[in-house]
């Protein structure tokens, strides 16, 4: 069974970056799509990029578009989420998913089974 464990979350300047990695085990990666989610306190779950299984295709939320790029690498099982210009109100803790029966990536989590433990991310001078 697929399970994903992310890293790479800490706390950053505004203005700064991180990279986040979602690490993939269980089921080669190949065949599903990746979503990334992030929750703030107080705040609903919010899908912000995901991408197809070839890389090909991917979809962003309009509060991250232009800033964030999703991006996976299917021969090491890894996929990114790379975040530039970041924002005080990009803190959260942020989970990639996926689901073994997907298609194609949505926004919606709704659409995915297969959840990490999530990582905080703190955007805060």
């Known amino acids: 069974q697929l399970r994903l464990v992310e890293s790479g979350g800490g706390l950053v300047q505004p203005g700064g970056s991180l990279r986040l990695s979602c690490a993939t085990s269980?089921?080669?990666?190949?065949?599903?799509?990746i979503g990334w989610f992030r929750q703030a306190p107080g705040k609903e779950r919010e899908g912000i990029a995901c991408?197809?299984?070839?890389?090909?295709?991917?979809k962003y939320a309009d509060s991250v578009k232009g800033r964030f790029t999703i991006s996976r690498d299917n021969a090491n099982d890894r996929a990114y989420l790379q975040m530039n210009s970041l924002k005080p109100e990009d803190t959260a803790v942020y989970y990639c998913?996926?689901?073994?029966?997907?298609?194609?990536?949505?926004?919606?989590?709704?659409?995915?089974?297969?959840w990490g433990q999530g990582t905080q991310v703190t955007v805060s001078s």
């Open positions: 269980g089921a080669t990666m190949d065949y599903y799509p």
């Open positions: 998913a996926s689901d073994e029966s997907l298609g194609v990536g949505t926004l919606s989590e709704l659409d995915y089974d297969v």
């Open positions: 991408i197809n299984s070839s890389g090909r295709v991917t």
